[in-house]
């Protein structure tokens, strides 16, 4: 008679427990996969908000049921007086509730943010169990929600776009820094002013060409900075922004174009107080390499031209910078 080989049953009750399915798991055609969040001024009514939930379309994407030339998401716009009324209106249209674990960008319209603490805002996504930290947060020139209705060209969503686009702040000098619902958060509970990237349609498409100036005080929008006022902050602030971005300058002498391409940048920025006074001297370190010059013919690796060309290209970056800390200062 064969002994019971214990070991062995309980070795196969083992990965039978361990092989069973998620209790929890949930279909992605039962859920509404919000991928991005507007917030704008409704145009009628006595509403306050009108919030637009942008959702992924599962079976668009598949290509099942004809998806291949149909959008592969969708806009739901809804009005209330608080941030939650839309969402609780959102699960009975949908008839699945909505899912932020994959949010990833955040607009609000700047006639929202001119008149409201974006705190309010911030707060209610931070309080959301789902909603992460990471989310980036943008401000809209003109309605948010059209944002999410631009096709674009390349990539099939328009927030996949927009979060492509704020990507490249790594390679510009003239986008303002990508920021997040946790870094919003702690600069605006400290108070701190910043600037926010600004998006805009432009020929049916989005792009980022300017920034949102945030007050520390109010937490409210209160102006904005051109896309050359952008890069001056950037020179003024460092934090290693903008490696790859160019300057393009003159030629003193042949009044030509120089282009300098940014390898690395650094910046100090020193405290001086005299006769009681507070001051601020900052300095500005750049590497790169020359990667254009319209003086011909001319020897690109003469010594006494390379320093010319230097001269030209810092004073370049003194007038961009300058001019973006006396708008900051007198006007802001």
């Known amino acids: 008679m064969n002994k019971i080989k214990w070991p062995h049953i309980f070795l196969a009750f083992l990965l039978l427990v361990l092989t069973t399915g998620c209790w929890d798991q949930r279909e992605i ?35 099942k049921k004809g998806g291949s030339n149909q959008k592969p998401y969708a806009n739901l716009s809804i009005e209330g007086n608080t941030l939650f009324a839309p969402v609780r209106e959102l699960t009975n249209r949908l008839g699945k509730p909505p899912s932020y674990e994959h949010l990833k960008i955040f607009t609000i319209s700047e006639e929202i943010a001119q008149e409201n603490d974006l705190r309010q805002f911030i707060n209610f996504l931070l309080r959301n169990p789902e909603s992460r930290r990471t989310v980036k947060v943008m401000i809209s020139k003109g309605p948010a929600y059209k944002i999410f209705e631009l096709k674009p060209p390349i990539i099939n969503d328009p927030a996949l776009k927009m979060l492509e686009l704020n990507r490249n702040t790594k390679m510009t000098l003239t986008l303002a820094p990508d920021l997040n619902l946790g870094t919003v958060s702690a600069k605006l509970s400290g108070k701190t002013s910043f600037i926010l990237q600004r998006i805009e349609s432009f020929k049916n498409e989005s792009t980022i060409a300017s920034a949102a100036v945030i007050s520390g005080k109010t937490g409210k929008m209160v102006g904005t900075l051109t896309s050359s006022e952008v890069e001056g902050v950037n020179w003024l602030l460092g934090k290693g922004q903008g490696k790859g971005g160019v300057v393009e300058s003159l030629d003193d002498k042949r009044r030509e174009r120089i282009v300098y391409e940014i390898r690395d940048l650094k910046t100090k920025i020193i405290p001086v107080i005299k006769d009681g006074k507070l001051s601020f001297t900052v300095n500005i370190k750049t590497e790169g390499s020359l990667r254009e010059d319209w003086n011909l013919p001319g020897n690109s690796f003469d010594e006494k031209l390379i320093k010319v060309y230097e001269k030209d290209t810092e004073r370049k970056i003194k007038e961009t910078a300058q001019k973006a800390l006396n708008k900051i200062q007198k006007n802001l």
């Open 29 to 63: 055609e039962d859920i509404g996969i919000v991928l991005g969040l507007a917030i704008d001024k409704p145009t009628k009514g006595d509403q306050k908000l009108l919030m637009t939930h942008h959702l992924i379309v599962p079976q668009n994407m598949s290509g």
